[in-house]
Nanobody, 123 residues
Framework: QVQLAESGGGLVQAGGSLRLSCAASGPTFSRYSMGWFRQAPGKEREFVSAISWNGMRTYYADSVKGRFTISRDNVKNTVSLQMNSLKPEDTAVYYC????????????????WGQGTQVTVSS
């Protein structure tokens, strides 16, 4: 089992940057693929990015490709999302999630979730 806690959200102007972090507890973090998802008001939770358990593979939604970078540190039990060139449409609550071993872009496949962190991008 793994527990997740996000941090790093906030208010930023369009074009700015934020770095989200997710701290994980549990001895088997390195065996989990990790994902970032987001949910805007009135919308469904959507996939943003994911990274394989060993960090060798990364995946991005088309809407963030080239602007966001996911990374992980299996020694510190953290996963991060560097967000650059932010747009107002990036405004949402961002969640990190864990899935045992196999990567997935489907929100239904993730077993563990953090509480979320708010990102607001002003125009």
């Amino acid at each position: 089992q793994v527990q997740l806690a996000e941090s790093g959200g906030g208010l930023v102007q369009a074009g700015g940057s934020l770095r989200l972090s997710c701290a994980a507890s549990g001895p088997t973090f390195s065996r989990y693929s990790m994902g970032w998802f987001r949910q805007a008001p009135g919308k469904e939770r959507e996939f943003v990015s994911a990274i394989s358990w060993n960090g060798m593979r990364t995946y991005y939604a088309d809407s963030v490709k080239g602007r966001f970078t996911i990374s992980r540190d299996n020694v510190k039990n953290t996963v991060s999302l560097q967000m650059n060139s932010l747009k107002p449409e990036d405004t949402a609550v961002y969640y990190c999630a864990a899935r045992w071993l196999q990567y997935s872009g489907d929100v239904r496949d993730y077993n563990y979730w953090g509480q979320g962190t708010q990102v607001t991008v002003s125009s």
